[in-house]
């Protein structure tokens, strides 16, 4: 079975950065497309970046510039460099593999003064 666990995630200032990691298992990684979504109380999880096998990216304009999504694929990982936080940017993190649409449990990011 797939399994993706995420790490990373703490408490950060306004401004400051901090670097998200998912381990895949149980999956030919180089095939499936990655992201990271988030979760903020009260909202709706929404997509932050999409990686693809090949390396494309996507990100909504609410990240673009701050957070950057890579993959190393010897080592099944994705990564989710996040900097110049904003308070708006605390949420739960998830890991997401397509396809199949698995799911990780999630880490979270707090960005407080």
């Known amino acids: 079975q797939v399994q993706l666990v995420e790490s990373g995630g703490g408490l950060v200032q306004p401004g400051g950065s901090l670097r998200l990691s998912c381990v895949v298992s149980g999956a030919i990684f180089r095939l499936y497309v990655m992201g990271w979504y988030r979760q903020a109380p009260g909202k709706q999880r929404e997509l932050v970046a999409q990686?693809?096998?090949?390396?494309?990216?996507n990100y909504p304009d609410s990240v673009k510039g701050r957070f950057t999504i890579s993959r190393d694929n010897p080592k099944n990982t994705v990564y989710l460099q996040m900097n110049s936080l904003k308070p708006e940017d605390t949420a739960v993190y998830y890991c997401?593999?397509?396809?199949?649409?698995?799911w990780g449990k999630g880490t979270l990011v707090t960005v407080s003064s």
């Open positions: 990686i693809t096998g090949g390396g494309s990216t």
């Open positions: 997401n593999a397509k396809p199949g649409n698995y």
